[in-house]
């Protein structure tokens, strides 16, 4: 089993390696083969904090396959722990999500994984796996959770990445599979394979030709020997009392010798191709960097407060969030109706964000959960 550090490692050399996004994509997947199952999860180390932050009544094996849930005994010994080292672990669309994430810089958008099927902006293209795959490019499949009667309902229950026959899914650890098998049901290439091939390094600009300035010495007169004396007076040296004249006499020489001393040059007086190399130099080493502009502050966005009976998409809204960080809605799931599983379960938010646990959806509650899932989007890790 790869520890996460010599997968991060391996992921920036495929990245930078030549090769099509989509074949470092696939690569990047199989480095992590026999990392851990969490639900909830999206690259998380493997660690006993972290585990208990996705602990959910309905997948206690977070709990159980975990011998120092508590964090009060060692790791040493853990399979997901090999010599002592870190690994990560993900649920399904997690990792799909992660893959993504590392190779293409770009974000598989959905709390679950009909929620990223249903996305039109996640695909370039969609099909039915009956139908074939496309090959050469990375592909997520999807899979339909069935009813009691075994029909297909209207949920996806699983996703995997395939590339060129084979597969490599997160369901019970990260598994790799040689061939397809025959739960696959739907298959949809990422939108960002559209960028599948790596962009070249950009060719450089042309090296301008060198500008070519006379040789100054004492008696010449112009306005290139005001440039050199500005440059000289810019980084503090005396040039007499006249100043800047253009006349490049006994002071501005002495001041030359002076610059020349300073950067290990021979110190002749004399203004030619190296001291005015070595001035251009100092001059732009001189420039202070200008400040950054500030980021425009948004405009905050106005949400209506929830509470028990609301409905709407404001609501599918709120309970998407939820379900993203893991709380239980209910058997209805996104369904728009804040009714008592939501409530519940904005209360047990509200609880662990140290807010006054009401049940209300009102404005800090909804800066709450949009820091959480800012948070949770941003960081693979």
Not at 66 to 80: E, L, R, V, Y
Not at 89 to 114: A, E, N, P, Q, V
Not at 134 to 155: A, E, W
Not at 307 to 330: F, N, T
Request: charged fraction near 25%.
């Amino acid at each position: 089993m790869n520890k996460a550090a010599y997968v991060d490692e391996q992921i920036a050399k495929l990245k930078n390696s030549g090769i099509p996004l989509s074949e470092a994509a696939w690569k990047a997947a199989l480095l992590c083969v026999a990392w851990a199952y969490v639900f909830g999860a999206r690259g998380q180390y493997c660690t006993p904090g972290n585990r208990r932050a996705k602990d959910y009544e309905a997948h206690p094996t977070i709990r159980t396959a975990c011998k120092n849930f508590d964090g009060t005994g060692s790791c040493t010994g853990c399979k997901w722990y090999p010599d002592g080292n870190r690994t990560r672990f993900y649920d399904c669309r997690g990792f799909t999500y992660w893959i993504l994430l590392m190779i293409y810089g770009w974000k598989l958008m959905g709390s679950g994984c009909t929620a990223q099927w249903n996305n039109a902006a996640n695909w370039k293209a969609k099909g039915n796996v009956a139908d074939g795959i496309p090959q050469g490019v990375i592909v997520c499949l999807f899979y339909y959770k069935k009813d009691k009667k075994g029909n297909r309902t209207s949920t996806l229950e699983h996703t995997g990445l395939y590339y060129n026959g084979e597969t490599c899914e997160c369901s019970n650890g990260v598994q790799h599979s040689k061939t397809l098998n025959k739960k696959w049901e739907v298959w949809g290439i990422p939108a960002c394979v559209e960028n599948d091939i790596p962009k070249p390094e950009p060719t450089p600009a042309p090296t301008p030709a060198t500008e070519t300035r006379r040789t100054l010495k004492r008696g010449s007169k112009g306005d290139d020997v005001k440039e050199c004396q500005a440059y000289l007076v810019k980084l503090g040296y005396d040039i007499g009392p006249c100043g800047i004249d253009g006349d490049y006499g006994k002071a501005t020489a002495a001041a030359v010798s002076a610059f020349q001393a300073a950067n290990r040059m021979e110190q002749d007086g004399i203004c030619g191709p190296k001291t005015w190399a070595a001035l251009d130099k100092a001059i732009a080493e001189a420039e202070p960097a200008p400040d950054p502009a500030p980021d425009p502050t948004p405009d905050p966005v106005t949400r209506r407060t929830l509470k028990r009976g609301s409905k709407g998409d404001d609501v599918k809204e709120c309970q998407a969030y939820l379900v993203k960080l893991g709380y239980d809605i209910g058997p209805c799931g996104i369904d728009g109706d804040y009714g008592r599983a939501t409530t519940a379960a904005i209360t047990a938010f509200q609880a662990a964000s140290g807010l006054k646990q009401d049940g209300i959806c009102g404005p800090l509650t909804w800066a709450a959960l949009d820091k959480a899932a800012a948070e949770a989007d941003a960081s693979p890790c």
